[in-house]
């Protein structure tokens, strides 16, 4: 069974222009979610969806958005970037229903470089 | 809200000694706790979870982590370290509401 696929691996922008990056999970998987990543803030969850919907967001902008289509493949968009934008974007699927000790699976990431 | 704290933002070991990577956690109900390893530019490996079956649980990589319900704590464990356990560590708990809660982050270094 394939991985979490993200796209693409790595990424150069300057400050203004926007970026979207993609995520396909794993067959059947029907929540991705979204997570960046910097050496000084750690892991901090943006989003997750499941079954086209957001369920959760977390404490980012509004110029962080997302959304999934039906085959459950996630993107994440980010507008007017800001230097502080560069980090690593992991995305995460997991199996819903069933055991809830279900872990999330991750994507080797996306590496944002803001210029 | 749930939470995970991990004590040490840098542990380092020698090649061969014991790994001790220390998380607890905060649930006001049944924690789905779970540790993850995280190679240099890559994305972060699930190690092991635990499912309420047993208390001491066996990841991969000869890594174990014991629940400790008493202490609110799931720290992980190896008994000696190889330079290839060198990587960041996560400990993590899911809410019911199937959001994750990462902790901060451990990064082992193994001397040689």
């Known amino acids: 069974k394939a991985g979490v696929t993200q796209t693409p691996r790595y990424l150069i922008k300057t400050r203004g222009q926007q970026v979207t990056l993609s995520c396909s999970p794993i067959s059947g998987h029907r929540s991705v979610s979204w997570y960046q990543q910097t050496p000084g803030q750690g892991l901090q969850f943006l989003f997750e969806?499941?079954?086209?919907?957001?369920?959760n967001k977390g404490n980012f902008p509004g110029r962080f958005s997302g959304r999934q289509f039906s085959n459950s493949r996630s993107e994440m968009n980010v507008s007017t970037l800001e230097l502080g934008d560069s980090a690593l974007y992991l995305c995460?699927?997991?199996?819903?229903?069933?055991?809830?000790?279900?872990?999330?699976?991750f994507g080797p990431g996306t590496r944002l470089t803001v210029l | 809200a749930q939470s995970v704290t991990q004590l040490g933002s840098h542990v380092s070991v020698s090649e061969g000694a014991l790994v001790l990577l220390r998380c607890n956690y905060s649930s006001s109900v049944p924690p789905y706790l779970f540790w993850y390893v995280q190679y240099p530019n890559q994305g972060l490996q699930l190690l092991l979870k635990y499912t309420s079956a047993a208390t001491l649980v066996k990841g991969i990589n000869g890594f174990e982590a014991e629940f400790k319900k008493s202490e609110t704590s799931f720290h992980l464990t190896k008994p000696s370290a190889h330079m290839s356990d060198a990587a960041e560590y996560f400990c993590?708990?899911?809410?019911?509401?199937?959001?994750?809660?990462f902790g901060t982050g451990t990064s082992l270094t193994v001397i040689p």
């Open positions: 995460a699927s997991s199996l819903l229903g069933g055991s809830s000790y279900n872990e999330q699976f």
């Open positions: 969806y499941f079954s086209e919907t957001q369920r």
């Open positions: 993590a708990v899911r809410s019911t509401g199937n959001q994750f809660y």
